[in-house]
């Protein structure tokens, strides 16, 4: 798989990539972890194009490179060599606060638990990024709207104590797409929910990424819940391949 042409235009103004452009673009991707000897190949030369639109899957064993990944594509991580472009900003060039605006304007992060703030009841969840959002960034969605879209309209005066792990995770999702990002990194969103749970999930992922042309990437060891993705990628000792 190689890596494809990115725009070179900013990021768009009106919210989430426009769909069928690439959102996410990994290119020639390189990260190593240690010192001297000591050292893993975690990435080893990835190329990644995610398009708007698109929820991607990424499976692998432990230890193959997928928390690394997300880690490189959502900025939080330099990689050795190779760019990483989202929505047509290689912030692989960026500086730290230029990445770290970034990250609170472009990038959705939704993770295993859901990782609710616990004083706080599912409207005030999404409420709380929208503060902290940069002077002069885009208006974001709004939090009640997106928690109807999430199925969540009904419980959002409820804290985290008084939803279950699928509520959670669907507050999370909401959280994580309130700012109108470009591209959304999900880690393991299904690793506590039971089989039905899983499937209502990563439905829900697919459609919001899907209406709001946000680039999704999933790392997930859940097989079951694959059919709902739009690509599938195994990743094996940091190499990325596509699957049939």
């Known amino acids: 798989m190689t ?3 990115t725009p070179t ?3 768009q103004e009106d919210g989430a990539t426009a769909p069928g452009r690439p959102g996410l673009v990994l290119d020639g991707v390189c990260l190593r972890h240690g010192d001297g000897t000591e050292t893993v190949q975690a990435l080893d030369d990835v190329d990644l194009t995610v398009r708007a639109g698109e929820l991607a899957a990424v499976v692998g064993p432990s230890g193959a490179g997928k928390s690394s990944l997300l ?7 330099r990689p050795d060599r190779g760019t990483v472009t ?4 290689d912030i692989t060039a960026a500086g730290t606060r230029a990445r770290a605006r970034l990250r609170r304007e472009h990038i959705g992060f939704v993770f295993q638990t859901g990782n609710l703030v616990p004083a706080l009841t599912a409207l005030d969840q999404l409420r709380l990024p929208l503060r902290f959002r940069p002077r002069g ?12 879209d999430v199925g969540m309209a ?3 005066d409820r804290h985290p104590h008084r939803l279950s792990g699928g509520e959670r995770q669907r507050v999370g999702i909401a959280r994580a797409l309130v700012t109108g990002p470009s591209v959304l990194l999900v880690d393991e969103p299904t690793a506590a929910l039971d089989r ?7 439905r829900l992922l697919a459609r919001e990424s899907r209406q709001h042309g ?20 195994e990743m094996i000792d940091g190499r990325l391949t596509a699957l049939a």
């Open 3 to 5: 890596g494809q042409t």
């Open 154 to 156: 009904d419980k959002a």
């Open 9 to 11: 235009a900013g990021p």
């Open 214 to 233: 946000v680039a999704a990437i999933m790392v997930t060891h859940d097989h079951d819940v694959l059919e709902h993705c739009d690509t599938v990628y």
């Open 137 to 148: 960034a885009r208006s974001g969605r709004d939090p009640r709207a997106l928690l109807e």
């Open 86 to 89: 989202v929505a047509g900003v």
């Open 196 to 202: 039905a749970r899983s499937h209502d999930i990563v």
């Open 71 to 77: 880690a490189v594509a959502g900025g939080l991580a």
